[in-house]
């Protein structure tokens, strides 16, 4: 608002534009850029936005957004960025695997991921998380039905290896 001499206003709105749902709680809200609360998420109109969940992960989407950009092959797979305790994420994908990833350095740990991946397609495997914390190793946790199907398959190895020794 500005006030024009001798008898005039001016008034100038700036219209926020949404940019992620942010889930704090049983709340959805729509925030902008910055991390700042624009309104209540009513309806489906913004649905497809992406979505923070936890304490603070409103201020910290930012940062993520721009570890993501070097990475669409998981960006365009994120369907909900997790704050863990305010300091770290876990990105929940379209497959229901997990990426937890460390506090710091997490742009190092997606380069990690993708030299793991080598092309192998590795998040779309039978599993439920991908352990990017360790700075020294990707930790790779199976589904329990892909568990179960491994050692079933030791099982046999085993078994056959003793028959071939009688």
Do not use: C
Not at 23 to 35: F, K, P, Y
Not at 115 to 126: H, K, P, Q, T, V
Not at 129 to 158: F, H, N
């Amino acid at each position: 608002v500005t006030k024009i001499y001798p008898k005039s206003l001016s008034v100038k709105l700036v219209e926020r534009v949404p940019v992620a749902i942010w889930q704090h709680g049983e709340n959805l809200s729509l925030i902008d850029a910055r991390g700042d609360i624009i309104a209540p998420m009513n309806g489906a109109h913004h649905a497809k936005l992406p979505l923070y969940v936890g304490p603070g992960a409103n201020s910290h989407a930012d940062e993520l957004e721009a570890r993501l950009i070097f990475h669409p092959e998981i960006k365009d797979r994120v369907k909900a960025a997790i704050r863990i305790a305010d300091r770290r994420w876990d990105l929940r994908l379209d497959n229901g695997v997990t990426i937890r990833l460390p506090e710091h350095d997490v742009g190092e740990a997606f380069d990690r991921l993708a030299e793991f991946d080598g092309g192998r397609a590795i998040l779309d495997r039978d599993i439920s998380t991908v352990d990017l914390r360790l700075g020294d190793r990707v930790t790779v946790r199976l589904t329990e039905a892909s568990l179960a199907r491994r050692e079933e398959a030791i099982k046999l190895r085993e078994k056959s290896l003793k028959a071939g020794r009688t």
